[in-house]
């Protein structure tokens, strides 16, 4: 269930909320402004938190040169569905890291500090109002094709996310802004609305800007989807579906003297419990995972083990439109559901005890969270009683949709709550199992929202963008439980124009308070990001939501 639950396009990292990525001087000059202005944070806030991110285990100096040459494998628990940012899955199990590798990042959420980065953008900077943003590039960079990565490919590779035909998550992102091209290396972005945190928006969901010439003909962009062209530090040698991608080192990459790998293969392994043993058997190099019980297992071996606490959680999403077919568009059956079920008897029974028990959608340890408010679980007399409230005693039985991954952990898991919902409701709700091949899963999940009950996981560093897009209206597909309160809406929206810790902890205090009370999923354990590693190589960079950036991973010299 761990491995398969990452669905979304989640962004992830430990720490403080970061402000907009610049420059020494660009801070000075505008600490000098007057005026009115949203409160951004110009200087990244460093917090205690950032501890938590560390290394353990056997880690090796995360500092060491590494040498030229060598490859690594990677397990991962699915094959993707393509390789252009449109198609693929960007989460941190899904098919992130291997888009990191083709296509570079424009900017990332570093772990240690939460802030946002720059990689191949020099700056993203907003004005006074943070209406308008600027995003600058740095030269010289171009994709494998030769084309240049400029301002004007940027802005096309945005704007193909708002084809209807795509279905990309990230349409929701693009489709309010107004994008003009400056020059050849800045990008002029209009909001329709003031955000303090769009630099947020892009490493997460804006990330991946692919070849100009692959969006030239519908022709040039289907074959993307298997032969993507990109301005990373690596480029698709081979795929055999179902087995393994395998990625040779692009000569022509921009940072001279990089990546140090002549090659990385992504090989499929559905069932990623045994990954630590794997690596330990140098069958394998790198994992990511949030299963906490493999991560306990790599530390006994003496693996290298880096570590990221998570907002978001491991959950039971409810589908709460109000739709004929769709019992849980009922908040009261809806808690009811989550009254039934035991987070601590699940963490015991599939994860050793070894996972974080959730509170709700935000972390114990973020700095935007009330540890104080606790959504509901665990009472089964109360679930029983609603339960029978909303089958009229029996007399109106009702039937649950629960789609599933086909992986052995998540199926195992659903079938006990499938019996305790069940038991506890004394039979007069059905359960029904729907287990699916990942990428069907995602197809019912995200787009056709054809099920009452899904398991999913949320990956989150920051409530912006992703917990944004999954609880406010307008989320779009990110919003896979067409959940809708006014309430939380106006607090999403008045968190975001702060980047000050205090008025988006106030902001987010009345959001989980609206949740206790609507119930639209139930988190059981909280998110975690764990990249595992053998122990010669070093490099190892996670970013957002457990992401790896490439351009620095090699062999210890």
């Not at 490919?153 to 193909?160: D, G, H, L, P, T």
């Amino acid at each position: 269930m761990h491995e398969f639950a990452a669905l979304t396009r989640s962004f992830g990292v430990c720490g403080e909320i970061g402000g907009p990525v610049f420059t020494r001087d660009q801070v000075r000059r505008r600490r000098s402004r007057g005026g009115r202005r949203i409160r951004v944070a110009w200087l990244a806030l460093v917090m205690v938190v950032a501890a938590a991110c560390g290394s353990s285990g056997g880690a090796p100096n995360p500092n060491a040169t590494p040498r030229h040459g060598g490859g690594v494998t990677v397990l991962l628990p699915g094959d993707a569905r393509g390789l252009d940012p449109y198609t693929a899955n960007i989460a941190n199990q899904a098919d992130g890291s291997r888009l990191s590798a083709l296509y570079d990042v424009l900017l990332w959420s570093d772990p240690a500090t939460g802030t946002v980065r720059p990689q191949m953008a020099e700056s993203l900077i907003p004005d006074r109002d943070g209406l308008v943003w600027t995003l600058t590039l740095k030269g010289g960079i171009r994709f494998g094709d030769g084309a240049k990565l400029d301002a004007m490919a940027v802005k096309r590779a945005w704007e193909k996310h708002k084809d209807p035909a795509l279905q990309s998550p990230a349409a929701v992102a693009v489709a309010p802004l107004k994008l003009a091209v400056l020059d050849e290396l800045r990008l002029r972005i209009e909001l329709p609305s003031a955000n303090a945190n769009f630099d947020r928006t892009v490493a997460h969901s804006l990330n991946f800007v692919p070849s100009p010439r692959t969006l030239d003909s519908p022709e040039a962009f289907a074959a993307s989807r298997t032969a993507p062209v990109g301005a990373g530090p690596y480029r698709l040698r081979e795929w055999v579906p179902g087995s393994h991608m395998t990625f040779e080192r692009n000569p022509d990459y921009w940072q001279q003297g990089k990546p140090y790998l002549d090659t990385v293969t992504f090989r499929v392994d559905a069932e990623t419990t045994a990954a630590a043993k794997a690596i330990d058997a140098k069958d394998a190099d790198i994992v990511v995972s949030s299963d906490p019980v493999l991560l306990v297992q790599a530390r006994g071996l003496g693996l290298p083990v880096d570590e990221i606490p998570l907002n978001g959680g491991q959950m039971l999403a409810f589908n709460t439109r109000k739709l004929p077919g769709r019992p849980l568009a009922d908040p009261n059956l809806r808690r009811a559901v989550a009254l039934s079920l035991n987070g601590d008897e699940i963490n015991r029974l599939y994860s050793d005890g070894k996972g974080r028990l959730a509170k709700g959608i935000f972390a114990s340890s973020s700095p935007i969270a009330n540890i104080q408010l606790t959504m509901p679980q665990n009472d089964p007399t109360q679930a029983a009683a609603l339960f029978a409230a909303a089958t009229d005693n029996g007399g109106k039985p009702l039937k649950l949709v629960f789609a599933v991954p086909s992986t052995p952990k998540a199926v195992a898991m659903a079938e006990y709550m499938k019996e305790r919902i069940e038991s506890v409701s004394s039979r007069q709700v059905r359960v029904d199992l729907v287990v699916e091949d990942i990428v069907v899963y995602s197809k019912r999940v995200l787009f056709d929202a054809d099920f009452d009950i899904a398991t999913y996981g949320l990956w989150a560093e920051d409530a912006e963008p992703l917990l944004y897009q999954f609880l406010h209206s307008s989320g779009g597909p990110t919003n896979l439980t067409g959940y809708q309160n006014p309430e939380v809406d106006s607090a999403l929206e008045a968190a975001r124009l702060s980047t000050d810790r205090t008025v988006r902890n106030e902001a987010y205090t009345r959001v989980q308070m609206r949740l206790i009370n609507d119930v639209p999923f139930f988190v059981f354990l909280e998110s975690l990001a764990g990249c595992v590693t053998s122990p010669d190589l070093t490099g190892a960079q996670l970013f957002n939501d457990g992401l790896l950036l490439w351009d620095r991973v090699g062999r210890r010299g």
